[in-house]
């Protein structure tokens, strides 16, 4: 796999909604022409009905507003939210309805897990957070930790030309017939910053492997140290592979993860995974302020990642997802000190004397997680070389 770096962008780290949904609105509101938006969750929170009401007033004003939501992630906006938008004006189409919530057929499992919008081809927004407050658990007070960018640069072209092939995707699989979107805006955005940066998508034809890829490549480069902070992290043996090599050859490793957890069983199997990186000198921390749904990573002092994909089969075998790989040593500095605040703020370290003293029962727990989450692959039809 090659990368596709584009020089000379601006970048802008932005954490937690408070950061995000200020920034994206303003830029709802002072566009022209055209706006893009996908999401996997667009709930009917006040933090979806500030969104909402941005786009209606873009829409109002006659500029072209299409949103792209996941038909799994987005059922609350379907039954809620949608009718109300393209009443306004709003484009809306969902990506794959959801029909039947037992059916474990990789069909079904196939999401779009992206969190792109492109507004009028001159900025854009990358990264893994939803349109849903940060506070959506009232059991905890402290904000959901999750992050993204905003891009400004020559890194627009193949981020706008993404979300214009999707939606025509879409589009063809909702209407039967083409929809080229003729009129649309181009996006010749012209250098204006010093960052050097790449958009890694992963889709079930052409880019299957391209986010697993572009991590394994900066794994298997690392010289000094990677910290990597991942909600769902459960990622298949060559992944292990590359981070345990990196451990062998002294590169520092901190991994930060989810302590309080959304999907229990997926960080049961996770935990199962602890006793052979701790064993290889891998530092763990669980965050426990409050969900931890980052998908970012730092290695050495100048290679970056920013986006939607967690590393497990979810986001790796099944799913669309995108992140912006960044090489810069501001901006990768500026992420390690955000993440280094959180581990700080609400960091539990798991130490592998502690780990091995632990209740066998649990273990045993874990391990149990862990072979069901692998069997419900295999029922997909997938993780057999993973």
Not at 101 to 110: I, P
Not at 235 to 242: K, S
Not at 328 to 357: C, P, Y
Request: charged share 25%.
């Amino acid at each position: 796999m090659s990368i596709v770096w584009y020089p000379a962008n601006a970048l802008t780290l932005l954490e937690n909604g408070a950061e995000f949904f200020p920034a994206l609105t303003a830029a709802i509101d002072l566009a022209r022409a055209e706006i893009f938006l996908e999401t996997y969750i667009f709930a009917s929170d006040e933090t979806g009905q500030e969104i909402a009401d941005a786009l209606r007033r873009a829409a109002q004003r006659g500029v072209t507003v299409r949103v792209l939501v996941d038909g799994f992630g987005g059922r609350e906006f379907v039954a809620e939210m949608m009718q109300g938008l393209v009443d306004a004006g709003v484009n809306v189409l969902i990506y794959r309805r959801e029909v039947s919530t037992l059916s474990l057929r990789r069909r079904r499992l196939r999401r779009l897990h992206r969190k792109l919008a492109v507004i009028d081809g001159r900025i854009a927004f990358v990264g893994g957070i939803n349109i849903v407050s940060d506070f959506e658990d009232p059991r905890v007070p402290a904000p959901r930790q999750d992050y993204a960018v905003r891009i400004e640069g020559p890194l627009l072209a193949p981020i706008h030309g993404s979300v214009r092939r999707v939606w025509e995707l879409v589009a063809w699989a909702s209407f039967r017939r083409r929809l080229r979107l003729l009129g649309t805006s181009q996006a010749f955005p012209q250098p204006c910053g010093d960052v050097e940066a790449a958009l890694v998508i992963r889709d079930n034809i052409r880019h299957r492997h391209d986010i697993e890829n572009a991590y394994l490549l900066g794994i298997a480069g690392a010289r000094r140290d990677i910290l990597l902070a991942n909600a769902y992290f459960l990622p298949g043996r060559r992944f292990r592979q590359t981070l345990l090599d990196a451990a062998r050859r002294g590169v520092r490793i901190t991994l930060l993860i989810q302590g309080i957890a959304d999907h229990p069983l997926q960080q049961r199997a996770t935990r199962a995974l602890y006793g052979q990186l701790l064993d290889a000198g891998i530092r763990i921390v669980e965050y426990h302020r409050s969900y931890l749904h980052a998908k970012v990573a730092v290695i050495d002092d100048h290679w970056a990642t920013v986006g939607s994909s967690n590393i497990d089969p979810f986001s790796l075998l099944l799913a669309r997802e995108a992140n912006v790989v960044v090489r810069n040593a501001t901006f990768a500095s500026g992420l390690r000190t955000r993440l280094q605040q959180a581990i700080d703020i609400g960091g539990h370290e798991i130490h592998a004397n502690d780990w091995q003293r632990g209740s066998r029962l649990q273990r045993l727990i874990n391990w149990a997680a862990y072979g069901l989450v692998r069997l419900m692959i295999g029922i997909a039809g997938y993780g057999n070389r993973h």
